[in-house]
Structures are given as structure tokens and as C-alpha cells.
């Protein structure tokens, strides 16, 4: 935004300081009446025919939108992806200790990838990995929706569920 003698544009229309439309008027008319309310003359448009010139307290204007930024970033939630690493012989407690984990990171809005690592000669058994995450999915099912499906990598199942968002949220 260009502020006071940065503005070279004439003529300009004119916004008060309460928002109210003065008008369509010379840049040193615009100027006088800034001089007199002690405020900065910006423009606020510098495409419109002619550009809009609005005065204000551009220190204050600028401070006003530092704050908005910081307030707006404050609230955003940066989504990551959790990683939970499984066995095909996983006991039941351990299995339902994970899915509860993994309940709470999609209710934070994070992805999970289930990760089923096969040691030595597990990776034979295939279908035995392949039925834990499938155990995974029935789980979670009410919270999570799949986002890359169940696939092998080397010597690892590997599948990632993201947040199912629902409106009442």
C-alpha cells in the first residue's frame, strides 16, 4: 500500500476516517484534509478509476493486521502423519493399545500409516499381515477413511488412514 507522499495518482476519491465517502478530489485537497485530521492518507484501491485514498492511522492499521495474521495462524492445525508399527503376531492388548492411539491422532486431524514389519521368514505368511490390517480398518472404520490402500513394500505392509471429518465437529 502506498501511505501520504508515496500516493502520486490525482485525482482521488476520499474516504474519511468513519468510512464515510467524501469524494471524488485533487491529491493536495486529499493532503490539507489529512494535515488536518492529523491521520495518513493510503490507498486503499490503486486499480479503481480513480484509486481510492482512505484516511487512517496507518500505524495502527498495520498493527490491526499483524494481529489478524498471528490470530489466523494461531488456529490453523498443521496435519502430520503418525506412523504405528505392527507385528503379524500382535497380542490383542497391544493391538487394541495401538488402535486407541490411533483413534486419537485422526480425532486430531493427523493421518496414520500402519506400518506391519515382517521379520525372517514371517514374510511367508502373508495373509496373516494382510488379515491384521484388514483387523485395523474394521477397528477404525467410524473414524478413519483409507487414503493409500494396503500394499508391500520390502519387507513391510504399509497402508495410511486419514481423518473421516464429519460437520458437527
Do not use: W
Amino acid at each position: 500500500m502506498r501511505v501520504n507522499d508515496q500516493i502520486d495518482t490525482s485525482p482521488v476519491r476520499l474516504i474519511d476516517e468513519d468510512g464515510n465517502q467524501i469524494g471524488i478530489v485533487p491529491l493536495n485537497k486529499a493532503f490539507e484534509v489529512t494535515l488536518e485530521t492529523g491521520l495518513d492518507l493510503v490507498e486503499v484501491s490503486p486499480n479503481a478509476k480513480p484509486p481510492v485514498c482512505r484516511i487512517m492511522n496507518y500505524g495502527k492499521f498495520r498493527y490491526e493486521l499483524s494481529k489478524k495474521a498471528k490470530q489466523a495462524k494461531k488456529h490453523r492445525h498443521v496435519s502430520q502423519v503418525k506412523e504405528i508399527k505392527l507385528r503379524s503376531e500382535i497380542s490383542d492388548h497391544d493391538f487394541n493399545f495401538k488402535i486407541r492411539h490411533a483413534i486419537e491422532f485422526l480425532k486430531r486431524g493427523d493421518k496414520v500409516k500402519f506400518t506391519l514389519v515382517f521379520k525372517g521368514r514371517e514374510i511367508l505368511h502373508k495373509d496373516i499381515g494382510e488379515a491384521v490390517l484388514k483387523r485395523v480398518m474394521e477397528s477404525i472404520e467410524d473414524y478413519a477413511t483409507v487414503e493409500i490402500p494396503m500394499r508391500l513394500e520390502g519387507n513391510n505392509f504399509t497402508m495410511v488412514l486419514m481423518s473421516k471429518r464429519s460437520d458437527d465437529d
